[in-house]
Nanobody, 125 residues
């Protein structure tokens, strides 16, 4: 079965950078949608970025646009989230997720996704 494993979280000072990785293992289609979500305590899960893995088309939430970059390495079945100019409000648990279809427009709602990773904590002070 398909699993998603996130890594790369940690603690960083404001203005710093982190790169998150989401490695998919098991069978994956080559045209799907992968996204990064985050959830802070007491807040709803927020979709911050998504990539259509067939076309490479990306979308970013306004809160991270210009600071975060989502990318993919198809040979490694891995999606990355490069996070620059981090702010304390970026502090959250970050999750990657995949849905077995392509995507366009914004980040699909969380209930649209088929598989989720376990999450990786990002803390910005």
């Amino acid at each position: 079965h398909v699993q998603l494993v996130e890594s790369g979280g940690g603690s960083v000072q404001a203005g710093g950078s982190l790169r998150l990785s989401c490695a998919a293992s098991g069978y994956t289609y080559n045209r799907n949608c992968m996204a990064w979500f985050r959830q802070a305590p007491g807040k709803e899960r927020e979709g911050v970025a998504r990539i259509a893995t067939g076309s490479g088309n990306t979308y970013y939430a306004d809160s991270v646009k210009g600071r975060f970059t989502i990318s993919q390495d198809n040979a490694k079945n891995t999606v990355y989230l490069q996070m620059n100019s981090l702010k304390p409000e970026d502090t959250a648990m970050y999750y990657c997720a995949i849905v077995w279809r392509s995507c366009s427009g914004g980040v699909p709602a969380p209930q649209a996704f088929d598989i989720w990773g376990q999450g990786t904590q990002v803390t910005v002070s």
